[in-house]
């Protein structure tokens, strides 16, 4: 079973449309035999975890020993990986068959950069890093427009307009 590590915001509730997104996400990975794995705390995190759990997908959380007194794995993570710190957090996160990255923050930000990074490196084979939604679109041009990226740096990156695109992104 491919492993999916889902990036995305921890701030999200479960009232907003991108949490809703994410539950429909994970329903929807957990139903294509996707082990789904997350940060393994609130927001959209939790959301994605609570839609492939429902869906009776394989749930995995990757948290830090040094957040436990401020956060908490959400209750529908199985599979808890605890690490010393955010960096190895953030190395098995990157061990996934592909990465999907939801609306997020600062963090979320950081994850897709460092895989994406991982790509151009040649650090790691190449799998799909699929972008959801149209802020997506909008800070990869930001980022054209004030870094060096070429075409070729573009191209490791997939974007689906919403979450309902993302299984058709995730083959070959």
């Known amino acids: ?12 509730i479960s009232t907003e449309p991108a949490y809703r997104d994410a539950v429909r996400l994970g329903r929807l990975l957990a139903q294509a035999g996707y082990t789904v794995v997350s940060g393994g705390y609130a ?11 429902e869906a009776g997908g394989k749930v995995v959380g990757v ?15 199985a599979e808890e990986v605890v690490t010393d710190h955010l ?7 990157t061990q996934a068959d592909a990465y999907v990255a939801l609306h997020g923050g600062a963090g979320t ?29 909008r ?9 060096r990226l070429g075409p ?15 299984l058709g992104h995730l083959g070959p």
């Open 109 to 137: 930000l950081g994850e897709v950069a460092l895989a994406w990074n991982l790509f151009q490196t040649e650090s790691i084979p190449l799998r799909p890093l699929v972008l959801v939604g149209p802020e997506w679109r």
């Open 43 to 53: 927001g959209l995190m939790e959301a994605v975890s609570r839609g492939a759990a």
């Open 87 to 93: 960096f190895e957090r953030l190395a098995l996160l």
């Open 152 to 166: 070729d740096d573009l191209r490791l990156l997939r974007f689906a307009a919403t979450v309902d695109d993302v």
């Open 63 to 77: 948290t830090v020993k040094l957040w436990a007194a401020r956060a908490q794995p959400n209750p529908w993570v």
């Open 139 to 147: 800070i990869v041009r930001c980022l054209e427009g004030g870094l």
């Open 1 to 12: 079973m491919s492993r999916v590590t889902v990036f995305g915001s921890s701030q999200a």
